[in-house]
């Protein structure tokens, strides 16, 4: 009988007519009996509830794919229903996704990936490729990696015992912040980070319950960092913890400013001065569009400014697969290079990585083949050469654009985009949009990305889940459509802005 029940409620029964004309089987009929005569039972207090939750778990925040994605997700469904909006699609210009927002794979990447998969290529790269490979990653792909490291910092060696595949650049920033954070009190360790930052680092700090130290980037001054202003945030935050960390992400997220060698060589001093672990943030490398900059790693910085810092200051930086002209942000691949680190802490460093047993292999094998791009000669140099400089130039010429139209709305302002995938424009908000925001209980670029979105259908993400002076109000959004429906996009926010200016004048 117990099992009848609980066939009726699957809907497992066959239906066949009954005595009353129903659908219904005599055994479901007797079944939906007991059902209805056996007392309910009372549902006791869950375990788990947000009151008993890890609250380090619940201060957790990560804009990017925040409240206002969810809100894109509703429309969404609500335009399959056939409900009608003042738009037909919802674009999301939240995420740095390069493909899901139209950008094509290279195929060189695309192929040797999926003869990896297949096992056709040689058999020191494919041998695990349906196997666990080494918590550290794939030797030789190490390998590859800091040969690559050596040829892009014009000969300076790299170890490949040094370096750790993960997944994703993520992984890896998440990974050494775990063995970096410790203490308690005014010891426990604070982390420094720009405003605006890339959310995963506050997310990451909230998670490990360590204290996040913020330094604001210049926005008057095309973003730049400045070491007096690193100076009033470590004397600042000395009085509650004790500073360790000093995060870098350059090419900037969400700010896309691209830092000097002066800059990059001032902050090293200023970490080796303060004896701060560095971590450089260089996943945007390959994405830089003005004529005026040029990418400089800190690893090479570092060793070019001699040994008394290229002996001491610990550095840790981070690439991936995910950004650059590769855009294969599905494969999680990743690296880290993590110098001057202490013998002993290697090896708890290798301890942690063991516990996720080790990058998917596909990620690995998907940054052997960007470490290791065709060369002048070979059968495939010339296509790959060709679909490199076309996302490039294209992203080049999307940030132009981009900066150009958006400085022509009144109460919008951009600075230049000489790097990475987005723009992060300043927006003026009147006092009475600001009213209505506190009506709504929401920032007031909360406010303003949740009309944009509902009215146009354009997802972008408030400045507020990055970061940003008081008093000052933005949004990120990237650049990644194709040039038309770019052009789309930034017409139907000038629009959506004027409009907004006039309704809250």
Known sequence: MQRAAALVRRGCYPRTLGPWGRGQSSAAAE??????????????????????????????EYAVRGPIVLKAGEIELELQRGIKKPFTEVIRANIGDAQAMGQQPITFLRQRIHLTSLSLLPERFCACAGSYSASQGVNCIREDVAAYITRRDGGVPADPDNIYLTTGASDGISTILKILVSGGGKSRTGVMIPIPQYPLYSAVISELDAIQVN??????????????????????????????????????????????????????????????????????????????????SFKKVLYEMGPEYSSNVELASFHSTSKGYMGECGYRG????????????????????????????????????????????????????????????????????????????????????????????????????????????????????????????????????????????????????????????????????????????
């Open 334 to 505: 990743g690296y880290m290079e993590v110098i001057n680190l202490h013998p002993e802490i290697k090896g708890q460093l290798v301890k942690l990585l063991s516990v996720r047993l080790c990058p998917p292999v596909s990620g690995q094998a998907a940054m052997d083949i960007v470490v290791n791009p065709p060369v002048p000669g070979e059968e495939s140099f010339e296509q790959f050469s060709r679909e490199k400089e076309s996302v490039l130039g294209n992203l080049a010429k999307k940030a132009k654009l981009t900066e150009d139209l958006f400085n022509q709305v009144p109460g919008i302002h951009c600075n230049p985009l000489q790097g990475a995938m987005y723009a992060f424009p300043r927006i003026f908000i009147p006092a009475k949009a600001m009213e209505a925001a506190q009506t709504h209980q929401m920032a007031p670029d909360m406010f303003y990305c949740m009309k944009l979105l509902e009215e146009t259908g354009i997802c972008v993400v408030p400045g507020s889940g990055f970061g940003q002076r008081e008093g000052t109000y933005h949004f990120r959004m990237t650049i990644l459509p194709p040039v038309e429906k770019l052009k789309t996009v930034l017409q139907k926010v000038k629009d959506f802005h004027i409009k907004f200016l006039e309704k809250y004048a």
């Open 31 to 60: 079944a939906s009996a007991v059902l209805k005569v056996r007392p309910e039972r009372s549902r006791r207090d869950r375990i788990l509830t947000l009151e008993s939750m890890n609250p380090q778990v619940k201060a957790v």
């Open 215 to 296: 330094y604001y980037l210049d926005e008057d001054n095309c973003w730049a960092l400045n070491v007096n202003e690193l100076r009033r945030a470590v004397r600042e935050a000395k009085e509650q913890c004790d500073p360790k960390v000093l995060c870098i992400i350059n090419p900037g997220n969400p700010t896309g400013q691209v830092q000097s060698r002066k800059c990059i060589e001032d902050v090293i001093h200023f970490a080796w001065e303060e004896k701060l672990f560095l971590l450089a943030d260089e996943v945007y490398q390959d994405n830089v569009y003005s004529p005026d900059c040029r990418f400089h």
